[in-house]
């Protein structure tokens, strides 16, 4: 399949569907090619920063000796990358973790499988009114990602931040498990692509590393509290769908996104650690 649209989260699902679709079809993405003799087109979503940056470096620097070409669509935000994998107007996206692809595949019935992690983003907590957490005031007003797959990863960083305490639960936790606050902080739950635009009108806010990074934020010296990459279950990876389990361009596309040469495109590009390699 090949498509030259690039999507972003102020489209509306219609037009999305409509751009995927231009010269589209249902092989997998091993017969997107050019032709036998062609490289093998992949059609790849991603989040611009760091996912689409990796994977232009892979398309300029790698893909064609690996009889690849990727066709890159950017997305901003959490929601259409998988919506367009499982319509097929896509062969693979690259913007998740896996406690978010479960949630996702959990809610959703997708199809789906995954590579093993090629990064990891570092959660922060940010603020542009105080140095540190033991300045946030009072009933300050901290905002929090509305993502059910992010909320407990932003819990638990407020956990190790020494804000608040969790009761214990048999799932994920959320807002409704707070068992201490002592602070007596005010949670406001927002889209995780509006955390860095709430950012002014908040006493702190827990951002992602991707719209950080976006947002020209540095999660290695701007937040005031950084999640360690070590051991992290956050590392993220490329997704499928199940079907196209065993496409050997996908599989190329993986054992590339896992080399040295995006390891060390990773340090060079992002040296104070704002992005680290999972492999």
């Known amino acids: 399949m090949k498509s030259t649209a690039r999507a972003a989260a102020v489209l509306s699902a219609a037009a999305l569907v409509m751009a995927g679709c231009a010269g589209g079809d249902d092989t997998g993405a091993s017969d997107g090619g050019t032709g036998s003799d062609g490289p093998t087109t992949i059609v790849i979503g991603a989040s611009p920063v760091p996912h689409a940056e990796i994977l232009q470096f892979v398309q300029d620097e790698l893909a064609a000796d690996a ?23 896509l062969d693979a996206n690259f913007f998740q973790h896996l406690p978010y692809f479960e949630a996702q595949v959990e809610e959703n019935g997708f199809e789906f499988d995954h590579f093993a992690g090629v990064h990891i983003e ?26 059910p797959g992010n909320q407990a990863r932003a819990l638990d960083l407020l956990v190790e931040a020494g804000l608040i305490e969790l009761e214990e639960t048999d799932g994920d936790p959320t807002l409704l ?30 951002i992602n590393g991707n719209y950080a990074l976006e947002a020209g934020l540095n999660p290695a010296k701007d937040a005031i509290v ?13 997704a499928f769908r199940s079907e196209d389990a065993g496409d050997e361009a996908l599989a190329t596309l993986d054992e590339l996104l896992r080399s040295d040469e995006v390891r060390a495109f990773i340090e060079e590009r992002w040296p104070d650690g704002e992005i680290i390699a999972a492999f």
């Open 226 to 238: 950084l999640e360690s990459g070590e051991n992290s279950p956050y590392a993220n990876f490329v």
């Open 177 to 206: 498990d707070i068992a201490e606050n002592p602070k007596d902080l005010e949670f406001v739950e927002t889209a995780p692509e509006q955390l860095v635009v709430s950012l002014q009108d908040v006493d702190a806010a827990i």
């Open 122 to 147: 570092p959660y922060g907590i940010y603020s542009e009114k105080v140095g540190s957490v033991e300045d946030i005031p009072t009933g300050g007003v901290v905002a929090i990602t509305n993502d």
């Open 67 to 89: 009889g690849i070409a990727l066709d890159i669509q950017e997305f901003t935000d959490y929601v259409l990358p998988n919506t367009a994998l499982a319509e097929g107007e």
